[in-house]
């Protein structure tokens, strides 16, 4: 086999850069066996690590017509590799990278780097042949089955494993064009009310940061709401694909539509219902979330990520209960207590004493909110529940 490539060299390393078909992928590039340890225990965990991620990527490869991958590294020995340089002259300049690789067939080749995309490949292409002749990026290097070849290969494979950063929720929010509530969650920010421009925090984490006064809410609370608004909406309409369906691989167009108005309805029954979220939207000054999210009497619950997500949590669970529309649960819980420094948030949520937020299961949150609204809605287990945590009579 002859494979066009570019030669380059990084620190010890001398790699060729090329591509391979899906079908050369299930050939010629094996799982990793006794390459990085001579233990065959030790080559056994490795075997074991590769997870059931690889049938996301056979998904993935299987339904995305948008499908691309970074390169996979590839360690090859054993064999007869043999680099064939080839001169090209452009334009008065010579360049002496490009080549051939030529591989005898007798070589091992094992991933370094993309055990998983090998694995799901290999899946994919049994399902669909047709995929056979597709191409994939992968940079080749060259491994000795010795001692230091080992060493020397078990390090490059460390290194490529545990500095692979995953996405961030928020890179997630911001580019997927697969994940329907990140798609969904871009669109509220650009166009509702509520969302737009500062009264959004684009920050890593739920937590607003203590100097922000005019966001009501972070960008990553609001996608998780609408993960839960989500999960509603596919049950309430019986479609049978499940949530991780949804936020892996892009539905239609079409279903991407009717979850959009499913949520921009949500949003504008929460906005126009919880007549804090009205007056807040009405302020004119410059700091327009001061009063309801501070370090003196802690605010509005609403105006917490802490707060924000289980009270969703509960309007979706009254919904599901009491069988009524989002208008009518969102008037209900308009009328409970939403301020920090009362009863039940008081050293439940807010430490009146120390003025800082404190830490709260989601569950409780949300049952508080359901025990103000009705308490009959509760199961003597939620009630226990919460005279256990609250003292609630």
């Known amino acids: 086999m002859r494979i066009p490539a570019i030669r380059a060299h990084m620190g010890i390393w001398y790699y060729y850069v090329s591509t391979l078909s899906f079908s050369e992928i299930d050939k010629y590039v094996k799982k990793v066996d006794q390459e990085l340890h001579d233990s065959k225990a030790l080559s056994d965990m490795i075997q074991r690590s590769i997870t059931d991620n690889y049938k996301r990527i056979k998904e993935y490869i299987l339904t995305q017509e948008e499908r691309f991958f970074n390169s996979l590294v590839l360690a ?34 094992f991933p370094v780097d993309g055990q998983h995309r090998v694995e799901g490949i290999k899946a994919a292409i049994k399902e669909n042949p047709q995929l056979a002749h597709e191409r994939v990026p992968v940079v080749f290097i060259g491994h000795k089955n010795d001692k230091e070849g080992m060493k020397r290969s078990r390090r490059l494979f460390s290194t490529l494993n ?80 499940g949530i991780k369906q949804y936020v892996r691989f892009r539905p239609s167009d079409l279903e991407i539509e009717e979850f959009e108005e499913f949520c921009f309805a949500f949003w504008n029954s929460f906005k126009n219902k919880i007549s804090i979220i009205s007056e807040y939207l009405s302020l004119q000054n410059d ?15 609403l105006f917490r990520p802490i707060g924000l997500f289980p009270f969703v949590l509960a309007t979706i669970e009254l919904v599901k209960r009491k069988k009524i529309s989002f208008d009518d649960v969102l008037q209900k819980l308009n009328k409970t207590k939403l301020d920090l420094n009362r009863e039940p948030w008081k050293q ?8 800082r937020m404190l830490r709260s299961d989601n569950n ?14 509760l199961t003597i287990k939620e009630i226990e529940k919460l005279k256990i945590e609250v003292s609630v009579k």
């Open 287 to 301: 700091t327009p979330a001061k009063h309801y999210r501070n370090k003196k009497y802690g605010g509005n619950i």
């Open 364 to 377: 409780l949150v949300k049952l508080l909110l359901m025990y103000q609204t009705d308490k009959d809605i």
């Open 76 to 109: 090859v020995y054993d064999g007869d590799p043999k680099w064939i340089e080839v001169e090209l002259n452009y334009k008065e300049e010579e360049f002496f990278n490009l080549g051939f690789l030529e591989l005898s067939g007798e070589e091992r080749i």
């Open 348 to 355: 439940v949520l807010w430490d009146s004493y120390n003025k």
């Open 162 to 241: 545990r500095y692979a950063k995953p996405v961030s929720t928020k890179d997630i929010i911001a580019l997927d064009e697969d994940d329907v509530a990140a798609i969904v969650t871009r669109n509220l920010v650009e166009n509702f009310q509520l969302f737009k421009e500062e009264r959004i925090a684009m920050v890593k984490s739920k937590a607003i940061p203590d100097n922000n006064r005019t966001a009501f809410t972070s960008i990553i609370t609001l996608y998780q709401c609408n993960i839960e608004l989500l999960k509603y909406f596919l049950k309430s309409n019986d479609i049978k694909k």
